[in-house]
Structure formats: structure tokens, C-alpha cells
């Protein structure tokens, strides 16, 4: 028994048992305090269904070698070009979701090529690049939504120029995939069309991972001296990491709105990188390897918590806004912990 726990302990590691225990604890408390569990547990499986693509975003680059992404904002803003020219070309249902993908994947493609040839001139230093870059483009961007010529009424102020803060979706593509063959059981709803879209995405990095380029991408992260020796172009490898986590932070945002019910522009998306970097690694990746199966658990069990805590920390005390300040705790002190082993070899 004590071998069987000592082996589970070193295959999840201590922080995500200490995660996963507190997890459960709130979840009996929740029980305890007679909220609504059922109704938890389903806004549980949304957040992680919406959110779990801009968390997969990370494992590109993560295993080509340029560590965690922080620059993910870039690649949001391209998904929020693509949803807004959508909205401009009138469309709506499946036919205007999927339209914001098609249009935004080209424009996230060659922002993400450019973005990995900086990350190639800064090597060693991409996290704290990323990071600046990721915080450019959104500060950059408060300027062009001011600038940009749409004409749609639902996209720009109805008074002077520049395009609204939060745009509704509420006539286009509201909740799609979240209603798409959604079924009950019991209390809990369970949003079909979101999680299968979300596994697919999974599934089709996890093909690629497999194929000739993914295989040689994850060596030049693993081992860049033996990738150059074995005559494979790290570079090259690089930015194709680069491109793919862009593209997939340029869909998952589009997918993310979509459940959200609105597109927020200006500085909204400024901090949604690091809530992906700390679900990644509550699931178990590192700032050097990843798996698919970390993305899964770490969104649920990280948005699980935001889920539960916040009814849970406001229902214990009343006063202040205590589930904020938890939530900003687990969020950094899991980056942080991460930071701390990436010269460890972990």
C-alpha cells in the first residue's frame, strides 16, 4: 500500500495532489454550504471546454524548445481579427464561427512566423521576450481598434471612431457548439459540441506530434546539440512550433468568445496567457515537456477551482473580495513553482 502511494505521489507530484486534495475539499464544502453543485460542476465543464485550447496552445511550444508561451496574446488578437471580420461580412451560426477560424488561422500563421523568427534571435531568453511581446501586441492593438476601418454597427461606437470595448455575439454565434448536441445527465448539462470540438483540436496535435515534423520538433526541444547533429534544422523546427501555438491561440479565442457570449478588445486579453501557463502546468507539464493528457487535466482541475472557490470564499466570508485574491494565488504561485524547477531538469 505505502509503495503503490509513493508511486502515485511521484507520478502526479506533490503540488498536484496538494491541488487535486484542495479541489475535492471544495467541492465538499460546496456540498456542505447546500450550493449548487450540480450547476457548478456544469459551468466547470464549460470553462474547461472554452478554455481548453488556448491551454493546448502552450504544448507546441513548449516541446520545440521555446518554453512556455507567454507571448499567447499574440496569437488571441489574431483570433479576434478573425471574429470581427466575420461580424463585418454579416455572418452567423456555424457558417460565422467557422469563417472566424478560416480567416484567422492564415493572418495568426504569419504573425507566428515573424514571432518565431524573434524567439530565434533571443534564445535563452524567450519566456521574458515572449512575455514583453505579448504585452506589446495587446498595449499596440488598443491603438489599431481605434484605427481600423470596419463599418458594421455592431463592431464600432455609435458615436466618433474606433470600435466598442465588448462586442456581443448574442445575433451570431452565441453558445454554437456549447448547444450542439448538449444532453443532461441528471442536473448537469453537458456541452457536447464544445468538448468535442476542444478534443478534436487535441487530437489533431496529437497526430501531429507523431508525424515526421512533430517528431523532429520535440527533439530539437529535448536535445538541440543531438536534433543539429542528426541533421535536423532546429530553427526551422522552432518556428513551427511557434506558428502552430499562434494559430491554436488565434482558434481557441474564437472558440472562447463564442461560449462567452462577447469579444472584448483593448486590454482584456492582456493577462489570459498566464491562466493558460498555470493550467498547463497544474496538469502536469513543465516549462520543457508536455502531453496532451496535461492539457485536459490541467484546464479542468485549474478551472474547476476558479469554479468552486469563488461561491465557496463568498459564502464563508461575506465581506471583500477574498475568491480573487485565492484565485491570483493559485494562478502566480503555480507559474512560480514552475519557474523555480525549469534549471532543475524538471
Known amino acids: 500500500m505505502a509503495d503503490k502511494i509513493k508511486q502515485i505521489t511521484k507520478a502526479l507530484g506533490v503540488p498536484r495532489l496538494i491541488i487535486i486534495s484542495f479541489f475535492i475539499t471544495l467541492c465538499i464544502l460546496a456540498v456542505i454550504l447546500k450550493l449548487p453543485i450540480s450547476m457548478i460542476l456544469s459551468d466547470t465543464l464549460v470553462r474547461t471546454g472554452m ?3 488556448l491551454v493546448l496552445a502552450m504544448v507546441p511550444g513548449i516541446l520545440s524548445g521555446i ?3 507567454f507571448g499567447l496574446p499574440l496569437g488571441i488578437v489574431c483570433g ?5 471580420i466575420s461580424i463585418e461580412l454579416n455572418l452567423s451560426g456555424f457558417t460565422g ?3 472566424a477560424i478560416i480567416i484567422s488561422i492564415p493572418i495568426s500563421a504569419v504573425v507566428g512566423y515573424f514571432y518565431g523568427l524573434l524567439l530565434n534571435k533571443v534564445k535563452g531568453s524567450e519566456m521574458m521576450v ?3 511581446v505579448g504585452f506589446s501586441a495587446i498595449s499596440l492593438m488598443c491603438i489599431g481598434w481605434l484605427v481600423m476601418p470596419f463599418t458594421s454597427a455592431e463592431i464600432k461606437w455609435p458615436i466618433g471612431e474606433g470600435l466598442r470595448t465588448t462586442i456581443a455575439l448574442t445575433s451570431r454565434y452565441d453558445k454554437v457548439l456549447n448547444s450542439f448536441l448538449s444532453f443532461r445527465i441528471g442536473k448537469i448539462i453537458i456541452p457536447t459540441g464544445l468538448w468535442l470540438f476542444f478534443l478534436g483540436c487535441c487530437f489533431a496535435v496529437w497526430l501531429f506530434l507523431r508525424s515526421k515534423s512533430g517528431i523532429a520538433m520535440k527533439a530539437c526541444g529535448d536535445n538541440p546539440k543531438f536534433a543539429i547533429a542528426s541533421g535536423i534544422d532546429v530553427d526551422k523546427s522552432r518556428i513551427l512550433g511557434t506558428m502552430i501555438s499562434t494559430i491554436l491561440g488565434a482558434v481557441g479565442i474564437i472558440i472562447y468568445a463564442q461560449s462567452y457570449g462577447f469579444y472584448q478588445l483593448y486590454q482584456a486579453p492582456m493577462m489570459m496567457g498566464f491562466a493558460a501557463v498555470a493550467a498547463i502546468l497544474i496538469g502536469g507539464s513543465s516549462a520543457r ?3 496532451i493528457s496535461h492539457v485536459i487535466l490541467g484546464t479542468f482541475l485549474f478551472q474547476g477551482l476558479l469554479t468552486v472557490s469563488l461561491p ?3 459564502k464563508i466570508v461575506t465581506e471583500g473580495n477574498l475568491s480573487e485574491v485565492a484565485r491570483i494565488i493559485v494562478q502566480n504561485g503555480i507559474i512560480l513553482y514552475a519557474l523555480t524547477k525549469v534549471g532543475a531538469g524538471d
Open 51 to 53: 478554455n481548453g485550447i
Open 67 to 69: 518554453g512556455l508561451n
Open 80 to 84: 479576434l481579427l478573425g471574429g470581427l
Open 97 to 99: 464561427l467557422f469563417v
Open 130 to 132: 515572449s512575455t514583453y
Open 289 to 291: 515537456s508536455s502531453k
Open 312 to 314: 465557496v470564499a463568498n
